[in-house]
């Protein structure tokens, strides 16, 4: 088990602590990795299930554990806390007395908590990661119970590989995880979008004529896993990150044939290098949005080396139509990053990123309103908030409706809104997978303004007051609840 307190060293440690829990369930008749690993996991995640291990896979080398954050239980236990606010509150309690202002001053407040509350990666000399090598003509990723979720997806993917890249001129490290199609026995396709620091890396790699390296690292400690996914600003390490969620330093390693480091703890890696100016046809996916995104021309990895663990477990993710296992993943960002996006906006008081709306075409939103079209100015906040500029929609609620409760939130926009006066259009970036804008990364947007209208925003009638019990009544009837026999 890990040192100094985390409970996870490695995927097969926080396994072992699911199994435990009752989270886990083992499937130990072969099930094919083409489609069928899929239903079951669908099915699985819709009833709120567990975990799964598929110990027999028909294809591979290795079993597959998948589920790992399906539900927010199994990602507070992924993350060391009981609720995932835990950690927001604490990043928001080591910021607050600077009060930053703005996105920037997010950043460097985030900054500050990084350095004085984490540690910095260790490096190692010698890794799990890489007990078996494969070199050259012994590559093959056919070893790997890559799956193929969706009957129209165009072959077999990786789809929990997190992608390490460094800055050519700066030599900054990203970490993100991006699906990985399975061309070949040593080549996969990098499916990386516009709006992504490794993309950028890429293209600084191919002005300059020069080959990127990269490495993969599929099977890493769920902190790991979820900084991966993290919209953190980029100048922020990731493994600075997770060693503030653990509270301990991540281990890293030297890769054996590319200028990176990986986790020293993850199952398999993979490390090889993109040709400048090489694409090849990537797709279709049956993302989670819930639709095919359709084939484009995506960078080439061609992997030179692989390495594992002895006895390794292979992770992976279902994508589809929501409810899936990206829910957790995407609500520990809402939780987390909470604090941060009251400092910048003050009069936010919580938001909710609703999983239908895969977590970037819908925020709700509730306020403090203090002054006219005031919501109009939180809605054009948070398009100018990092990765949230790509929200389509946005519900500016009071301070008192609850944003997590969908009927509550459906009964103030059904009920509050003139839609001639109180929706915003607008227009700006959307996210690389959205199919419904007329021109790819960019779209209409609307913003809905749910709260009570003052009289200065022109309301003169007098707003209604809303129904409620008086508290007499309710503490009655709850004394004498069991007299009823109802």
Not at 104 to 132: E, F, H, N, Y
Not at 203 to 210: I, K, S, T
Not at 434 to 455: E, I, M, N, V
Request: charged fraction near 25%; include cysteine.
């Amino acid at each position: 088990m890990a040192a100094r307190g985390f409970p996870y060293t490695d995927l097969k440690d926080f396994l072992a602590a699911l199994e435990a829990a009752g989270e886990l369930r083992r499937v130990g008749v072969p099930v094919d990795p083409t489609l069928e690993i899929s239903e079951v996991v669908t099915r699985t995640v819709r009833d709120g299930g567990p975990a799964l291990l598929f110990e027999r896979p028909t294809r591979g080398e290795m079993p597959v554990a998948i589920n790992l954050f399906g539900t927010e239980k199994r990602m507070a236990m992924a993350l060391g806390v009981e609720t995932l606010d835990e950690i927001g509150e604490r990043i928001g309690a080591m910021i607050k007395p600077e009060l930053p202002v703005g996105w920037s001053g997010i950043r460097d407040g985030l900054g500050k908590v990084m350095q004085l509350k984490s540690l910095p990666p260790r490096k190692v000399k010698t890794a799990p990661c890489q007990q078996v090598v494969y070199r050259g003509d012994d590559v093959d990723l056919n070893r790997l119970p890559g799956l193929q979720v969706w009957p129209g997806d165009g072959g077999i993917f990786h789809n929990f590989g997190l992608t390490h890249t460094k800055h050519p001129e700066t030599g900054k490290r990203n970490l993100g995880l991006y699906r990985l199609q399975q061309h070949s026995r040593n080549t996969l396709g990098m499916h990386w979008q516009i709006h992504k620091d490794s993309t950028a890396h890429h293209a600084v790699a191919e002005r300059l004529g020069q080959r990127l390296p990269v490495a993969i690292a599929i099977g890493c400690d769920p902190v790991v896993s979820y900084a991966a996914t993290a919209p953190l600003p980029s100048d922020i390490d990731e493994y600075l990150f997770a060693g503030f969620l653990r509270g301990e330093r991540v281990e890293m390693v030297d890769c054996l044939t590319v200028p990176l480091q990986v986790p020293a703890n993850a199952q398999v890696v993979l490390e090889g290098y993109l040709e400048p100016g090489e694409r090849l046809p990537e797709g279709p996916f049956g993302d989670h949005t819930g639709f095919y995104t359709p084939v484009e021309p995506f960078p080439v990895l061609h992997v030179e080396t692989m390495t594992m663990q002895r006895d390794p477990v292979y992770h992976s993710i279902i994508t589809s139509k929501p409810p899936q296992e990206d829910h957790g993943l995407g609500k520990a960002t809402e939780r987390i990053f909470l604090p941060l996006l009251k400092m910048m906006i003050p009069d936010i008081v919580d938001y909710d990123l609703p999983a239908a709306g895969v977590f970037h075409n819908c925020a709700i939103v509730s306020i403090r309103k203090r002054y006219p079209k005031h919501a109009q100015k939180v809605m054009n906040a948070i398009w100018g908030a990092h990765l949230m500029s790509l929200t389509k929609l946005i519900v500016i609620v009071d301070e008192d409706c609850d944003v997590h409760d969908y009927n509550e939130v459906a009964f103030r926009a059904f009920g509050n809104v003139d839609y001639a006066r109180d929706l915003l259009v607008t227009e700006g970036p959307v996210d690389h997978l959205d199919h419904a804008s007329y021109q790819q990364f960019w779209g209409g947007k609307a913003g809905l303004d749910a709260t009570r209208k003052l009289p200065t925003e022109g309301y003169t009638r007098g707003w209604p007051e809303e129904m409620t019990m008086s508290p007499e009544v309710v503490s009655l009837v709850d004394k004498r609840w069991k007299e009823y026999g109802i």
